[in-house]
């Protein structure tokens, strides 16, 4: 069974610049969640999604990023503009669930903010 | 800001038994994973712990105590293929999972 993939897994942009990235879950998991990781730093949650609906955005930055799940598969999580302080790594994860099932994370985006 | 703390970074010989603790703070709670990452790779579940005590999986092992806030891995007969982060993260009860900042583990020969 395919992992969670997610494209592309490095990213090297100038600020101000958008940038944009992609997930495709593990294959009837219903959660998906982006998370940032800052060097030595664990996953912080961006967003989740329960289908197409994102029920926690709490912690995105909504003045420049943005997420969809329009079919309530595939996401794409974008910035725009970026920022020097964007650069990290960005994990998509899924789930079965949202409840307490094991999250299966992704490769991950390393995004460079130069 | 997260309410959870892990040690930084360890170091211990191949073939020696490592205890990585955890401690967290959190008025909501369902459980505790561990999951470990290596460097430049995705985090990889371990363990999930949601009642008192200590759970095996082949080398290595789980502990969580609810009362004191508090959890351990324990990791035996070490090999060089161990060195990684291992992430502590609990579960609240709001379907959210925070996860600590991650323990650097290093194996030497």
């Given at each position: 069974?395919?992992?969670?993939?997610q494209?592309?897994?490095y990213?090297?942009?100038?600020?101000?610049?958008?940038?944009?990235f992609w997930?495709?879950p593990?294959?009837?998991?219903n959660t998906?969640?982006w998370?940032?990781?800052?060097?030595?730093?664990?996953?912080e949650?961006?967003?989740?999604?329960?289908?197409?609906e994102a029920?926690?955005?709490?912690?995105?930055?909504?003045?420049?990023?943005?997420?969809e799940?329009?079919?309530?598969?595939?996401?794409?999580?974008?910035?725009?503009?970026?920022?020097?302080?964007?650069?990290?790594?960005?994990l998509?994860?899924?789930?079965?669930?949202?409840?307490?099932?094991t999250q299966?994370?992704?490769?991950?985006t390393?995004?460079t903010?130069l | 800001?997260?309410?959870?703390?892990?040690p930084?970074?360890?170091?211990?010989t191949?073939?020696?038994?490592?205890?990585i603790?955890?401690?967290y703070?959190?008025?909501?709670?369902?459980?505790?994973?561990w999951?470990?990452?290596?460097?430049?790779?995705?985090?990889?579940?371990?363990?999930?712990?949601?009642?008192?005590?200590?759970?095996?999986?082949?080398?290595?092992?789980?502990?969580?105590?609810?009362?004191?806030?508090?959890?351990?891995?324990l990791?035996?007969?070490?090999?060089m293929?161990?060195?990684?982060?291992?992430?502590?993260?609990?579960?609240?009860?709001?379907?959210?999972?925070?996860?600590?900042?991650?323990?650097?583990?290093?194996?030497?020969?």
């Open positions: 069974e395919a992992g969670v993939v494209s592309p897994r990213k090297i942009i100038e600020k101000k610049q958008p940038v944009a997930c495709n593990i294959s009837g998991h998906l969640y998370y940032r990781q800052n060097l030595g730093q664990g996953p949650l961006l967003i989740r999604y329960e289908n197409e029920v926690d955005d709490s912690q995105l930055p909504k003045d420049r990023f943005s997420a799940r329009l079919k309530g598969v595939d996401s794409t999580l974008k910035i725009q503009p970026a920022e020097l302080g964007d650069s990290a790594v960005y998509c994860a899924s789930s079965a669930t949202g409840g307490e099932d299966y994370f992704g490769p991950g390393r995004l903010v | 800001g997260q309410n959870i703390d892990q930084t970074e360890m170091t211990a191949e073939g020696a038994i490592v205890q603790n955890c401690t703070q959190t008025s909501g709670f369902n459980g505790l994973f999951y470990q990452q290596h460097a430049g790779e995705a985090p990889t579940f371990l363990s999930y712990n949601v009642l008192d005590g200590l759970e095996e999986k082949g080398r290595f092992s789980s502990f969580l105590s609810r009362s004191k806030g508090y959890s351990y891995l990791l035996k007969e070490l090999q293929k161990d060195s990684a982060s291992y992430l502590c993260a609990y579960h609240t009860g709001g379907f959210k999972t925070i996860f600590g900042a991650g323990t650097r583990l290093f194996v030497k020969a």
